[in-house]
């Protein structure tokens, strides 16, 4: 992860590059708050069984922190620290005088402190788990006040990868919280869809009957013909009316 001076602008409109590069250094100092704050707890509450600096270095040993970022943490939880409220520390005493000389107790010293180290990285690991519950929900508040930023430039996906890309969480942490970015933004998504207005649609008009054709227009009508106008018969007056026929008469044969 580069610092946020450093991180990209690409594809982002030049009127936004201001508002986007203070987005950037907002989530990088409250990701620095947020881990500081943990450091502190985790100390107090490793105090009785490490020293505050073994403690502060087991923190960075068990939780992903960004090597661009342990150095403020470190001296933001050093600053923090309040040493008069401090715990005294109780680890196992260590041999002295003629036990030194002991094979056995050297052995069953050595075998009690390795238990008890084993137990503290155990502890640790699962304060670590609450530790990045805690550094899951700051990234699910940075990347949602990305997308809001980048509304109308960037869909929300896009705006979540491109906030998860420039700080780098882990991809567990990253999965995690795309996925609870989704879930925080999709009823103002499904809102901002209804209120869009639709498109408009016209009725159709109603078919024709599929029995008659349509008609042509005028321009390509064919003309309709002159009526031919036909000669009257020359009826002479020497012809005789024709007579109807006769009809045959049966001969009788003897």
């Known amino acids: 992860m580069t610092s946020p001076t450093q991180m990209s602008l690409r594809r982002i ?37 490490l020293p505050p600096l073994e403690a502060l270095s087991l923190f960075f040993q068990v939780i992903a922190v960004p090597l661009a970022m342990q150095e403020a943490i470190a001296c933001r939880t050093l600053i923090t620290l309040d040493l008069e409220s401090l715990p005294p520390l109780t680890r196992p005493p260590k041999l002295t005088g003629w036990h030194r000389l002991r094979p056995d107790l050297l052995l069953e010293n050595e075998r009690r ?96 009957s599929p029995s008659a054709p349509p008609a042509p227009p005028e321009s390509e009508a064919p003309a309709a013909p002159d009526p031919v106008e036909l000669p009257a018969p020359n009826l002479s007056e020497d012809v005789p009316p024709s007579e109807e026929p006769s009809t045959p008469r049966l001969r009788i044969l003897p």
Not at 20 to 41: G, P
Not at 148 to 157: A, E, S, T, Y
Not at 187 to 194: R, T
């Open 113 to 208: 402190r390795r238990r008890y180290d084993q137990k503290t990285v155990e502890l640790a690991s699962m304060v670590g788990a609450r530790v990045a519950e805690a550094v899951i929900a700051t990234h699910v508040e940075n990347a949602v006040e990305f997308t809001r930023l980048l509304k109308g430039v960037m869909p929300v996906n896009a705006a979540t990868d491109r906030y998860l890309f420039e700080f780098a969480p882990l991809e567990s942490i990253g999965s995690m919280v795309r996925q609870r970015v989704r879930a925080r933004v999709a009823g103002a998504e499904l809102v901002a869809q209804y209120d869009e207005p639709g498109p408009a649609y016209s009725e159709p008009d109603a078919p024709e």
């Open 13 to 49: 409109p030049d009127e936004l590059h201001l508002k986007v590069r203070m987005a950037y250094a907002t989530a990088w100092e409250a990701l620095i708050d947020t881990h500081a704050r943990q450091a502190v707890e985790f100390v107090c509450e490793f105090t009785q069984r």
